[in-house]
């Protein structure tokens, strides 16, 4: 409670009988719990600090974790905590999970539990269950989309069978012949009254015949030169009129089935293209990561912690430490650099570069061209199903690859 560092016995002595020691020991005789929690917690976390910092995860004696701690002159001492000795306090961490004990024939044993590590844990499986939920989604959603193109198809042929179709005989020498029998009528017959209107219709048409022919035969008569070549006229038109029409009929149906064809085709793509496009963003999204350093790719130093010789130097990456951290080879030295020190190097046209982040991510591909003003370059694919297909990405999805 004084703070106080005092030189030897006789030093200790004195700051016994003092007036500041004698005040601080009423102020603890007041409220003991609120000093010994105070000091306990203080201990407790200072403690793990160095079992943290010095020995990580590892299985390590407690006594050599305690002699670590005690270095620091300034270090809370355990007689001023709830616990008075190191075993009640390992036995505390044990029972509390913060660190694996155990008692062997040597001693006590301990080892610090990563709590951030089983957070990851926790969130990597909450990530594969989340992606195992889209992908089963996707797939509900994409037998939906086939189950409406089947009924567009369907609704399809449906209309094309019932568009009018071309005329197609067997022989084409064939005759075709219309054999027609008709009644003479007699008087009595078409002036009897008749209940069908058809007949009723067929009497009245033939009373006005009667009516009309003898004025019919005087002008037939009279312009019988002009008939022969006006029959000749209207059959040439009729005949005329007859072939436009059947061929306007075809070109109708024609046309029909085109349009209903090309509308099929048309949905059909447009299906196959919003699959196609859902399955390039469920690739991106499963690919898409945070760290994007793999082994064999170029890449820059952008850092000048290493010093002036190895500033915007470039090296192959020779091995992987962790996801974020790589070991280079930069001018036959060796150097463990993190992934924010680097960044990405682009070859000459024509080279070979591999794809570092994104949907094709690991893939292999060659360089076409660079669009400095878009900080992009052109990818051809050269593996995987999709070779041959051309990609534009960002400088910092591909990196050159050691020849």
């Known amino acids: 409670m004084c703070k106080k560092q005092c030189r030897d016995q006789n030093g200790f002595k004195c700051h016994l009988t003092s007036e500041t020691h004698q005040r601080q020991l009423l102020l603890f005789a007041e409220n003991p719990n609120t000093y010994l929690k105070e000091y306990s917690e203080e201990f407790e976390n200072n403690f793990l600090k160095v079992l943290r910092s010095t020995f990580g995860t590892k299985r390590v004696r407690a006594n050599e974790v305690y002699q670590e701690y005690i270095r620091d002159k ?3 001492h355990m007689n001023s905590t709830k616990w008075h000795t190191l075993t009640n306090f390992v036995i505390y961490l044990g029972k509390s999970g913060k660190c694996h004990v155990d008692q062997t024939e040597k001693g006590w044993f301990i080892a610090w539990i990563d709590q951030q590590e089983e957070l990851r844990k926790q969130e990597a499986l909450h990530k594969v ?17 086939a189950e409406r193109a089947r009924e567009k198809r369907q609704q399809s042929s449906d209309m094309s069978k019932n568009h009018p179709t071309e005329l197609r005989r067997a022989g084409d020498d064939s005759k075709v012949t219309f054999s027609l029998t008709t009644k003479k009528l007699t008087d009595e017959e078409l002036t009897r009254p008749c209940t069908s209107v058809f007949a009723t219709s067929y009497s009245i048409f033939h009373t006005k015949i009667k009516r009309e022919t003898k004025l019919e035969l005087e002008f037939l008569d009279k312009s019988k030169k002009h008939q022969q070549w006006d029959n000749l006229f209207s059959a040439a038109t009729l005949k005329r009129e007859i072939k436009s029409y059947c061929r306007k009929e075809h070109d109708d149906s024609t046309v029909g089935s085109n349009k209903s064809r090309r509308e099929d085709l048309k949905s059909k793509r447009n299906v196959l293209d919003e699959i196609m496009e859902m399955e390039e963003r469920r690739k991106e999204k499963r690919n898409r990561r945070d760290n994007w ?11 000048k912690k290493f010093g002036n010789d190895f500033y915007k130097a470039k090296g192959v990456v020779k091995q992987l430490v962790d996801d974020f951290t790589a070991i280079l ?13 680097v960044e990405t190097v682009i070859p000459a046209v024509g080279r070979e570069m591999l794809i570092v982040n994104g949907a094709y991510r690991g893939t ?11 900080f992009a370059v052109v990818l ?9 297909r051309i990609l534009r990405l960002p400088y910092e999805d591909a990196c050159k690859i050691k020849q």
């Open 380 to 388: 051809r694919l050269d593996e995987s199903l999709a070779k041959g």
């Open 329 to 341: 080879d930069v001018n036959d030295c060796s150097l463990k650099v993190s992934q924010e020190n």
């Open 74 to 76: 300034m270090h809370t």
């Open 293 to 303: 350093l793999h082994e064999g790719i170029v890449v820059k130093i952008i850092t």
């Open 129 to 145: 269950k989340a992606i195992h939920d889209d992908e089963e989604r996707l797939q509900q959603l994409l037998e939906e989309q």
């Open 364 to 374: 292999k591909a060659v360089l076409q061209a660079i669009e400095e003003k878009k």
